[in-house]
Structure formats: C-alpha cells, structure tokens
C-alpha cells in the first residue's frame, strides 16, 4: 500500500512539474514574468476587489513577490492601487482601461485555453 501511494505522490509531483512548465511558457509567449500569471488571472477575472495581502495569500506568493509586480504594472499604467474607505490603510488593485486592454489581447489566451481544456475533461 505504500508504494502505491508514493507512486501517486509521484505522479502528482510530475503532473505539477508538468503544469508549471506550461505556465513558463505560456508567460514566455505573452511577454510576462511566471509570477505575474497568477494576478493576471485575478485581475481579468474580477469577483471582488483584492489588496497585495490577499493576493499574497489567494496564490501563495511572498507579499514582496506581489509587492514588487504590482508594482511594476502600476509603472506601466496597466494598474492603480484605491484606497478602501473607512479602512486605514487598505488599498485594492484595479486594472485601468489600458490594463485591461493589455491583459485582454497578450494575456486572456492563458486563461482560455485553461477553460477550453477543462470543458473536454469530466472535471466540469
């Protein structure tokens, strides 16, 4: 029973390998760094507002990683950080029209082919 279970923990661990190593290249072709797909998927498929800590904690990344991409797309006019009133010091990430317009035409295609694949899948 053991072995069968270290085999499927292998087996999980390729698949994983296997995933990140599409992502890389995904981003490769899109122009963006590995760790910016992930806020690109957020920020393209907005259900609410999100702050760098809950970025940080929604997709397991260092708050300095976050920190330092959110960074980098607000210097290229792709986002803005707003203050949450009522809060003190709470700032939520927004794509600005020419943010969303990039994401759309150099980035969605990731996303798409993710909902293509698992529409062919009994995973739906």
Not at 2 to 13: F, H, S, T
Not at 38 to 62: A, C, F, H, N, T
Not at 94 to 103: D, I, S
Request: charged share 25%; glycine share 6%; hydrophobic share 35%.
């Amino acid at each position: 029973m053991e072995d069968k279970i270290k085999n499927q923990i292998d087996i999980i661990n390729n698949k994983i390998k296997e995933l990140n190593s599409l992502y890389h290249i995904a981003a490769n072709r899109s122009g963006i760094s590995d760790g910016e797909i992930g806020i690109w998927s957020v920020l393209l498929r907005p259900k609410e507002e999100y702050s760098q800590q809950d970025l940080s904690e929604l997709l397991s990344l260092p708050k300095q990683t976050v920190n330092s991409i959110i960074s980098g797309l607000t210097k290229k006019g792709f986002v803005y950080l707003k203050h949450v009133s009522g809060t003190r010091n709470r700032k939520v990430i927004c794509l600005t029209e020419e943010g969303l317009k990039y994401g759309t035409n150099h980035v969605k295609w990731i996303f798409d082919a993710e909902e293509s694949v698992l529409e062919q899948t009994d995973l739906k």
